[in-house]
């Protein structure tokens, strides 16, 4: 590591005052000073000047002077059911305000909550958000299985060319009635911005807030059965068109094409919301929006903002660009109409979530939904919008070279900022994450590690360029770990990838669930691979699967055509025959454990083997990626390859490429005998499996 001169030390040292790293260590080990511009403009993101040494010494004295003049921190987190000690003045009164209103002194055991902590000198008197915390999550207490899916490649022949909430009850109710399964995992149901959509995947929604109205089941909606006249014909023609557009997905003559599906959709929700609501129905409305609050009227406003002016909200106007101008609030008055229509629709969406979680536990699901929350929001979305005050202008989140992408990473959505959370004791996120749990018996948290730091990298430079800003993951588990408690509920972790020491035992220790893919489950971790990892030294409190969606499919992956399909589009980063090489090794060395466990030869092939295999680790939660289920070959998302593979569109198929529709399902044969692994009494243990059962290290 090169040292950085002197005349960069107040920039560094403010830098660290801010959480943001001045090294890192990458994945070989290597230690990397981060360039000074780059700790300028994340120093700037978070609104301080550090464009001169002088500059930085001047903004580095102003944060110790603050420090030092407060009586509170912005936020304060404290673990429930202990007192709450501050470092307070002599001579300082305070007391806490719980959040029903009832005052208690700071010397006694808190209840869980958000409250408000008080101090008053003789001088003055400060307030802070209190958040106390429970300090674990719910776990599941029995073993459970499920599906994994994305749930617009789940189609039925009711659905109007992509999978719907309506499929979605009735796959959850069928599994759990017929298969004993515990839950449904999904792929984020966030909301996307009207118009045209620059990418279709569901990691880069507009709004981790609200769910998308894309996936209502239109018939469902009660007063779609009264429309009448004009709008009933109107109405009718929407769904010849959407049942043609399923037929010819279903038949594999068209790609999932979730514009045309929400172009028809929105056509008919337009007719289906001018029919009036009896009065049961518009009082669930009012207090659907009564509940939901500011929040949902930024949300309908920026939805109807769109539709006139796009969905850049950068490019509006210059007034309309801040959500609590005047001039948003004029042009909310004289679009009041669309704004009312985009908080019904946020309404019958949160209908349809609740009775899809009504189906899966009224089918003995212990969990049922497992929702995934993505890492981030679109830069030009309704989030990005409204809460740009909380978000880092002019970065965006990524990750640093690795032996995975030599280049980094660079995702595109703006970052937290921690200052602006901590500030607003961090509502923000403890709201969306109550959204994701509101009608779910779990919540999945993408790139769970953004709890603890994020790569940000400055606009306009390469990822390399970036640098680590380090959150309060004390405040950040807080919140989780609150708002899990409150709705019941427990939290899984995408903890895949590079992971700072000591992050999955922190998270573990909450009893949050980690992730584990049987594609990087191997002896040895960081120092090389040395075979499978056996089934016995698994994690225990874990989500356990074979893939995930942005792998190759196991089918492929046995086959080896993923490495074929990634030198057709040229993906490749060494020569094929060394890729197939390695492949090769890779499934051998797993071929030869499942010989090893007795698990092959069977039967029913190598794909159910691999799942008796998954069945024999302790992982507490097993997932089954619903294409390997089906024998599909494709993978549903292949990272890089936006405009050469049909990422986010593909229907779930078999073997062959054939769509199966979901009412297919129950008499697949491939399905029916991965279900009968999970159903089936726990096997015995084998003799070599016996000896080789011993405390060992969770993997990496």
Known sequence: MTAAPASEAPLRELARAHGIATDYTSDRGHRITVPADTLDAVLAACGVDASTPRAARAALEDRRAQAADRLLPPCVVNRA??????????????????????????????????????????????????????????????????????????????????????????????????????????????????????????????????????????????????????????????????????????????????????????????????????????????????????????????????????????????????????????????????????????????????????????????????????????????????????????????????????RGQDWGQPPWRPDALATEGYRPLAELLRAGMRHAGALRVDHVMGLFRLWWVPEGRPPSEGTYVRYDAKAMLGVLLLEAHQAGVSVIGEDLGTVEAGVREELAAHGVLGTSVQRFEYLGGSEGRHGPLPPQRWRTNCLATLTTHDLPTTAAWLSGEHVELRSRLGLLTRPETEEKAQAAAEREGWLAELRRLGLLPDAEGEVVALHRFLRRTPSRLLGVWLPDATGDRRPQNLPGTATVHPNWRLPVADRKGRPVPLEELPGHPHVQAIARVFTAREPHRTKTEERDVRPGPCSS
């Open 81 to 406: 059911g202990t007192p709450l000690h501050l470092p307070l003045p002599q001579g300082a009164q305070a007391h806490v305000t719980l959040e029903d209103g009832s005052r208690v002194p700071l010397s006694g055991p808190l209840p869980p909550g958000r409250h408000v902590v008080r101090v008053r000198t003789a001088q003055r008197q400060e307030s802070a958000p209190l958040l106390s915390v429970p300090d674990r999550v719910a776990v599941p207490q029995e073993r459970g299985w499920g599906f994994l899916i994305q749930l617009y490649s789940v189609l039925s022949r009711r659905s109007w060319g992509m999978g719907d909430l309506g499929d979605l009850a009735d796959l959850a109710a069928w599994s759990g009635r017929a298969l004993g399964a515990d839950f449904v995992q999904l792929g984020p149901l966030h909301a996307v911005e009207p118009g045209p959509l620059p990418d279709p995947s569901p990691y880069r929604p507009g709004s981790r807030r609200f769910p998308d109205p894309m996936h209502v089941r239109v018939e469902a909606v009660p007063e779609y059965g009264y429309l009448t006249g004009e709008a009933r014909h109107a109405a009718d023609s929407c769904v010849a068109q959407a049942r043609a557009l399923n037929d010819r997905v279903l038949r594999g003559d068209a790609l999932i094409d979730r514009e045309t599906v929400r172009a028809l959709k929105q056509q008919a929700l337009r007719l289906v919301h001018e029919v009036p609501l009896p009065p049961g129905r518009r009082a669930a409305l009012a207090s659907f929006t009564d509940r939901e609050g500011q929040d949902l009227t930024d949300f309908a406003t920026w939805c109807a903002l769109a539709e006139v002016h796009g969905g850049a909200w950068r490019s509006w106007p210059a007034p309309l660009q801040d959500p609590r101008s005047a001039e948003v609030a004029a042009a909310r008055e004289k679009l009041s109409e669309a704004v009312a229509y985009h908080r019904w629709l946020a309404w019958i969406t949160d209908e349809q979530l609740a009775a899809a979680q009504q189906a899966a536990t009224d089918a003995g699901m212990r969990i049922g939904l497992i929702h995934d929350l993505a890492v981030g929001v679109a830069p030009e979305g309704a989030d990005a919008w409204t809460l740009q005050h909380c978000l880092a202008s002019g970065m965006s989140v990524g990750a640093p070279p690795d032996d995975f992408n030599p």
